[in-house]
């Protein structure tokens, strides 16, 4: 098989797994409707799927045995589907709901994308102020004829000692990434992930965007999960595999195992869940009377995906004047520490 990356691998499966469907529903035969799209070089693991097929295996287990980048969840919408008759249905779910996660990760990354790249100018831009300008303007109130004030002598400090500071912070670094991998070599990746998802959760705004975020993620796969096999707690547990929060995922797990020992949905999330989610519960109970257990799961999806938005939009408005703040804050200190010692020298000189 030609070398690709999973990412890449991933897109171009998913997208013509989607053509699949569209030729398959239609009526024309999978292994026909596979077979149209191999007809370039990179078509290896299309054939392969071919071949499994012919050797009398579902396109569910044809798929799972050539390890290509599909998710647990996926693949359990693709075999449950497969097994009732839907095959072309459940492929179409998968599609869909990769593409609104995909476009709901991209706000998120975007959303963190800006200030990041306002700090990296920032950084860039006062490295050069204090490696170029700096040093040639220092001579100018050396020999002790005026008084430098504190702002200028911490600007003169940071420009004298650059090197050995950035040296001290590359250390320091190492020093960090030893410890961590030491960390996970000792307790594990899942300690190491549940320690720093537990500090996250907590940062104010982040935290809440988090949180949104992998609420919306979580319902949204058991939602389809639920509406392709009507399997409760296996739809629950791919939910909380779905989950970037590590506390949340436990919750949900433990939710999964009260549902499988005959406890009432409602009554196990409502012991579970944290108090600003228990717009849930009502939603549940509901879903529970009425049989719609997927369409619970779905509005509770665009309930946190709704305000995830608001969030995401709160937070670009936010971000641009903010970081012009601390733009100006940085600029200011060096113009002021510049600026002030050389009113002393023209008073002391004369000029």
């Known amino acids: 098989m030609k070398k690709i990356s999973k990412t890449k691998l991933r897109k171009d499966m998913l997208a013509h797994f989607k053509m699949f469907a569209r030729l398959y529903s239609a009526g024309v035969p999978l292994i026909e409707s596979l077979d149209v799209f191999c007809v370039d070089n990179d078509s290896d693991w299309k054939n392969k799927i071919i071949e499994s097929l012919k050797q009398g295996k579902t396109f569910g287990q044809s798929i799972e045995e050539l390890g290509l980048p599909i998710r647990d969840y996926e693949l359990t919408i693709i075999k449950k589907s497969e097994s009732s008759g839907n095959l072309a249905d459940g492929i179409n779910r998968v599609h ?187 939603l549940i109970v509901c879903g529970e009377q009425t049989g719609s257990i997927s369409d619970t799961f779905s509005s509770i999806a665009q309930i946190h995906q709704e305000y995830f938005d608001d969030g995401i939009a709160l937070v670009n408005k936010l971000i641009e004047p903010l970081s012009m703040i601390m733009v100006g804050l940085g600029v200011g200190f060096i113009a002021v520490s510049i600026i002030t010692p050389m009113y002393s020298l023209i008073s002391y000189t004369g000029y």
């Open 96 to 282: 869909e709901m990769s593409k609104n996660i995909e476009k709901t990760k991209s706000k998120f990354l975007l959303a963190l994308l800006y200030p990041c790249i306002i700090l990296a100018v920032s950084v860039i831009l006062i490295l050069m102020i204090l490696i170029i300008i700096v040093p040639k303007i220092k001579p100018l109130f050396s020999g002790g004829r005026i008084v430098i004030p504190w702002t200028t002598k911490v600007l003169f400090f940071l420009s004298t000692y650059l090197f050995y500071i950035m040296f001290g912070v590359l250390i320091f670094c190492m020093l960090v990434v030893f410890l961590v991998l030491m960390l996970i070599r000792k307790k594990g990746i899942n300690v190491f992930k549940n320690y720093i998802g537990s500090i996250i959760i907590k940062i104010p705004v982040l935290g809440n965007l988090i949180n949104h975020y992998s609420a919306s993620i979580s319902f949204r796969i058991a939602s389809e999960v639920f509406a392709s096999s009507g399997l409760l707690v296996e739809s629950l547990r791919d939910s909380a595999m779905g989950s970037i929060i590590p506390k949340e995922k436990t919750k949900l797990l433990n939710v999964a195992n009260e549902v499988e020992s005959g406890t009432l949905l409602s009554k196990s999330i409502g012991r579970e869940i944290s108090k600003q989610n228990k717009i849930w519960i009502p």
